[in-house]
């Protein structure tokens, strides 16, 4: 069965290959290059046709958030208003008053 294309992207900070009719195929690559080496090598080997879609590097493997959402900051409490804190300025957790 041949691939109809294979796609290379990054994808949540690292390079995917993505073989549209075989997902079994599909692998991820810490690197664009191997990306686009092995995905060229899969496409010869299938008769398939290769496309690389090119994005802004990130730098960083995410774990999918939305761009709108906040980065927390190291000690930063976060303001919700209820509760007691469990912790203290510099974010190390107070002693347990329940025993």
Known sequence: MNA???????KNGQ?????????????????????????EALAAERGAKHVVEDSEPTGTITDGGAPEDDVAVVGEKPSTGAGTDTTDENGFPLENPSG
Do not use: K
């Not at 109809?4 to 990054?10: D, P």
């Open 4 to 10: 109809l294309r294979i796609v290379t992207r990054s």
């Open 15 to 39: 390079w995917v290959n993505e073989v549209e009719s075989a997902p079994e195929l599909s692998r991820s690559y810490s690197s664009r290059d191997e990306a686009i080496e092995e995905g």
